[in-house]
């Protein structure tokens, strides 16, 4: 006897959209049991987690200001997972992005004007966009697994960054220290509100996914994503090309987050070191399945994450709990919306496996 998975014949909508929310309860529920097992409150260690981040105005704006490179690179991943490609390697393309983009306020430092920072977000969208691309045109005119090359280019990058920040971009009054020079003020966003980090790049990033969500829902380029995605023999027979929109879909995605590394480099960094990210392209791919991979699902979910990264600093000075927690919280939230949406699509049946040598 063996157990496999069946295919339901007709998957309720109403739950497909509860799904998530069934995901972060569970999640919920197993953090009281891992705080209990800790020796810590439970109720304590949920407030200072979820609710401490949200009650003033700073942790609201630190909390903007966590959700935007998320956002932005979620809204992006949403767009390649809809139509059937999986671009892994979001956390290269964000780091490639910081890297153009901070390599022009490098260049500039000292002698740059107001055109300085429209030149950085340039180069950041299009370095990331470029990085984004060698996966996809590789597997156009190769057939190469994507999933493997994006991934693997993340180590690349990370190494790019590590090496300029210790090498020929080291700040030379640094103290040896291995990061660049702070960046001029031309270089950076400016700040919205006075009292927090808040700065332009949440607003570029709502843009994005009011952008998104008209394009997904209202444009025939958003039908060909969902069309290509749910049914590609269809799709070919309407006349969409495969190709063309596997480079179209890489193209934005890595763009974007390439958008999301400069943002962050020039608004809440503002230079560029070792360890530049705490994974945000990496948390970027639960954040669009949370989101249902729909850009206002994104941007919802993406608060949600980034609450948990300011929770878990609090945790880390209030409760004295290892930053690691964090991963555990986002990696069982990933966990229970794969097995919520498994078996909100599928049936566990049991199949009866004839014997060796039985008819």
């Known amino acids: 006897m063996a157990l496999v998975l069946e295919r339901r014949p007709e998957a309720g909508r109403w739950a497909l959209l509860l799904s998530p929310l069934l995901a972060v309860v569970l999640t919920l529920v197993s953090s009281v049991v891992i705080f209990w097992m800790l020796g810590q409150?439970?109720?304590?260690?949920?407030?200072?987690?979820?609710?401490?981040?949200?009650?003033?105005?700073?942790?609201?704006?630190?909390?903007?200001?966590?959700?935007?490179?998320?956002?932005?690179?979620?809204?992006?991943?949403?767009?390649?997972?809809?139509?059937n490609n999986w671009n892994i390697g979001a956390e290269?393309?964000?780091?490639?992005?910081?890297?153009?983009?901070?390599?022009?306020?490098?260049?500039?430092?000292?002698?740059?004007?107001?055109?300085?920072?429209?030149?950085?977000?340039?180069?950041?969208?299009?370095?990331?966009?470029?990085?984004?691309?060698?996966?996809?045109v590789l597997k156009v005119k190769l057939r190469v697994n994507e999933i493997l090359v994006s991934l693997m280019l993340v180590y690349v990058a990370d190494l790019l960054m590590d090496?300029?920040?210790?090498?020929?971009?080291?700040?030379?009054?640094?103290?040896?220290?291995?990061?660049?020079?702070?960046?001029?003020?031309e270089a950076t966003l400016p700040l919205l509100f006075d009292g927090g980090r808040?700065?332009?790049?949440?607003?570029?990033?709502?843009?994005?996914?009011?952008?998104?969500?008209?394009?997904?829902?209202?444009?025939?380029?958003?039908?060909?994503?969902?069309?290509?995605?749910?049914?590609?023999?269809?799709?070919?027979?309407?006349?969409?090309s495969d190709a063309r929109l596997t480079i179209m879909v890489f193209a934005v995605s890595g763009a974007l987050a390439g958008l999301a590394g400069v943002l962050e480099a020039a608004g809440t960094v503002r230079q560029l070191l070792p360890g530049f990210s705490p994974g945000y392209g990496f948390t970027a791919i639960i954040v669009a399945f949370l989101g249902r991979l729909n850009p206002v699902g994104c941007l919802i979910a993406g608060i949600f994450i980034a609450i948990t990264f300011i929770g878990g600093e609090n945790a880390q000075i209030m409760l004295r709990l290892p930053?690691?927690?964090?991963?555990?919280?986002?990696?069982?939230?990933?966990?229970?919306?794969?097995?919520?949406?498994?078996?909100?699509?599928?049936?566990?049946?049991?199949?009866?496996?004839?014997?060796?040598?039985q008819a």
């Open 163 to 185: 090496y300029l920040v210790r090498g020929p971009w080291r700040d030379p009054f640094g103290f040896n220290m291995p990061q660049t020079v702070t960046f001029a003020r």
């Open 92 to 136: 290269g393309q964000f780091l490639i992005g910081a890297i153009c983009g901070g390599g022009v306020a490098v260049w500039t430092h000292g002698w740059g004007g107001p055109w300085v920072l429209p030149l950085m977000l340039l180069a950041g969208a299009a370095g990331g966009m470029a990085y984004a691309l060698i996966p996809a």
């Open 41 to 83: 409150d439970p109720w304590r260690a949920l407030q200072t987690y979820f609710i401490l981040p949200v009650s003033d105005a700073w942790g609201l704006q630190e909390v903007m200001v966590k959700a935007t490179p998320l956002v932005l690179i979620a809204t992006g991943l949403a767009l390649c997972f809809r139509s």
């Open 323 to 357: 930053r690691d927690m964090t991963l555990v919280f986002q990696g069982l939230l990933l966990f229970y919306i794969l097995a919520c949406d498994t078996l909100i699509l599928y049936r566990i049946r049991r199949r009866i496996v004839p014997a060796e040598g």
């Open 198 to 240: 808040m700065n332009l790049g949440s607003v570029i990033a709502l843009a994005v996914v009011v952008v998104a969500a008209v394009v997904m829902a209202r444009t025939l380029k958003g039908f060909e994503i969902r069309l290509v995605g749910q049914a590609p023999r269809a799709a070919r027979f309407a006349g969409f």
